[in-house]
């Protein structure tokens, strides 16, 4: 059966899974991703994690006439979301209804990852990307659910910092069965550092979190608890319910001990300016 998702036609849900489940984030080379670990395990010795951080999120509704208008409702269930999902590793996340922005501009409302359109909205509109978590939404281009920008990315091109959200991706929007917020919950995993529980597939270098085991690709729609799946090693179960997976938003539903503290050790590293509200 045809599976149709922002304006684009797939062949069906697995297939829409196999071009990235709408997830345009860039994948990381693992040169990078030595890298990351190399400075983290260096600033290990020089820092402590903190125990609290509260972080803000400043909205930037991206509309194209009466198209993208998000409502106060669907921004405080997504931060519920939000808050909820990252839990357990003490992150909790505000905004002030005052600093929500909606700028109608049809080119910015279509913007593709990595365009110039993309760049002159968030030139534009961005909120200082060391302090804030910059959250945009949009029509996008036809095909994609959101992206985000690494850690890592920050210091080189703070400009393009923040997360993109499809506007009915967010909870109560029309882009079933990715219509809870959950896409938000996967993208702001990446602007944490997370990446995804796939990564690699059974032959490369891994997302580097321990506690979820390797499995060879995305899986996507309700797959059974309790079965292997596409997991690489016998006996172990792929993290069907993981948010950084590519399942259903009503199937994604937790976090593992050691995606949480990777996420306190990128913040360490790379996000310094959140960590004014940081207990320690």
């Known amino acids: 059966m045809a599976f149709f998702i922002n304006n684009k036609e797939f062949l069906n849900q697995e297939e829409f899974s196999k071009f990235g489940r709408g997830c345009a984030t860039k994948i990381p080379t693992p040169i990078e991703i030595m890298r990351v670990d190399e400075q983290i395990n260096a600033n290990k010795s020089r820092r402590q994690l903190f125990s609290k951080l509260t972080i803000e999120v400043r909205f930037h509704h991206i509309t194209f006439g009466a198209r993208g208008l998000i409502t106060k409702t669907q921004r405080r269930q997504q931060i519920e979301l939000l808050n909820k999902a990252y839990a357990g590793a003490n992150l909790t996340f505000v905004y002030s209804e005052s600093q929500v922005k909606f700028i109608d501009n049809e080119n910015w409302y279509n913007m593709g990852h990595g365009s110039a359109n993309e760049r002159q909205a968030k030139i534009a509109l961005g909120a200082d990307p060391h302090k804030y978590l910059n959250f945009y939404t949009g029509g996008l281009v036809s095909g994609l659910l959101g992206w985000a920008r690494f850690p890592f990315d920050l210091a080189g091109d703070p400009d393009i910092d923040g997360v993109v959200m499809l506007d009915e991706s967010l909870p109560g929007g029309s882009a079933a069965p990715y219509n809870l917020g959950m896409t938000a919950v996967h993208e702001v995993g990446h602007w944490l550092g997370l990446y995804h529980t796939f990564q690699g597939g059974c032959d490369g270098i891994g997302d580097h979190v321990l506690d979820t085991p390797a499995h060879s690709g995305a899986n996507y729609g309700k797959p059974e608890t309790n079965k292997p799946h596409n997991v690489c090693k016998i006996g172990d179960y ?6 950084m997976n590519y399942v259903d938003d009503d ?12 996420i306190k050790e990128q913040i360490m590293m790379y996000r310094t300016g959140l960590l004014n509200t940081a207990s320690v």
């Open 238 to 243: 792929a993290p069907i319910h993981n948010y």
């Open 251 to 262: 199937w994604m539903h937790e976090l593992t001990l050691s995606q949480e503290t990777r």
